[in-house]
T-cell receptor, first 111, second 116 residues
Framework: EDQVTQSPEALRLQEGESSSLNCSYT??????LFWYRQDPGKGPEFLFT???AGEEKEKERLKATLTKKESFLHITAPKPEDSATYLCAVQAEWNTDKLIFGTGTRLQVFP | DGGITQSPKYLFRKEGQNVTLSCEQN?????MYWYRQDPGQGLRLIYY???????QKGDIAEGYSVSREKKESFPLTVTSAQKNPTAFYLC???????????????FGEGSWLTVV
């Protein structure tokens, strides 16, 4: 069964304290792995798509990496405005119409 | 501005009533989706549509219905048959049908439905 597991469920960081969020997945042929940011009461905002192991993408303080079993979202020197829930989702080769989501990591960054 | 517009933002439903959530996109995307989000759970797919006048059930379609009469619009009706409808509903769209490349799915701002 295709599945996505995110850890930790919640993460509290001091401003400037770098860390990583994990997304482990099992899927019958990965077509793409997606990272989204979701603020409370809002829809998810697209961040990155990764397609193959070894691929990396960066955006401001965020960097996403991909292996054959997991993806990491590295946050370098976070600021309070980075506080949000980060969602990971995978798209299988056999069904590119559907995203399979993890339950998210809720990140809080304190000044 | 291009985007996905959902309305209303907040909706209250009495027991036994059907309610319809609106979703409009001006991104010229072929595919549209409805997801449901509950606390502590990942987003779950209700229905999706790749082209006008065609749609498929997702993982939790029971108690819901949709239509796709126009490319820009994909309304979701929550019927009285849905036993636990209180949730955050997200409409989404993407540019590709089922193709060989991963198709990025973009989301609207969501609609809160509460049963009273």
């Amino acid at each position: 069964e295709d599945q996505v597991t995110q850890s930790p469920e919640a993460l509290r960081l001091q401003e400037g304290e770098s860390s990583s969020l994990n997304c482990s997945y099992t899927v019958s042929g990965l077509r793409g792995l997606f990272w989204y940011r979701q603020d409370p009461g809002k829809g998810p905002e697209f961040l990155f798509t990764l397609y193959s192991a070894g691929e990396e993408k960066e955006k401001e303080r965020l960097k996403a990496t991909l292996t054959k079993k997991e993806s990491f979202l590295h946050i370098t020197a976070p600021k309070p405005e980075d506080s949000a829930t980060y969602l990971c989702a995978v798209q299988a080769e056999w069904n590119t119409d559907k995203l399979i989501f993890g339950t998210g990591t809720r990140l809080q960054v304190f000044p | 501005d291009g985007g996905i517009t959902q309305s209303p933002k907040y909706l209250f439903r009495k027991e036994g009533q059907n309610v319809t959530l609106s979703c409009e996109q001006n991104l010229n995307h072929d595919a549209m989706y409805w997801y449901r989000q509950d606390p502590g759970q990942g987003l779950r797919l209700i229905y999706y549509s790749q082209i006008v006048n065609d749609f498929q059930k997702g993982d939790i379609a029971e108690g819901y219905s949709v239509s796709r009469e126009k490319k820009e619009s994909f309304p979701l009706t929550v019927t009285s048959a849905q036993k636990n409808p209180t949730a955050f509903y997200l409409c989404a769209s993407s540019n590709h049908r089922s193709t060989g490349s991963g198709n990025t799915i973009y989301f609207g701002e969501g609609s809160w439905l509460t049963v009273v």
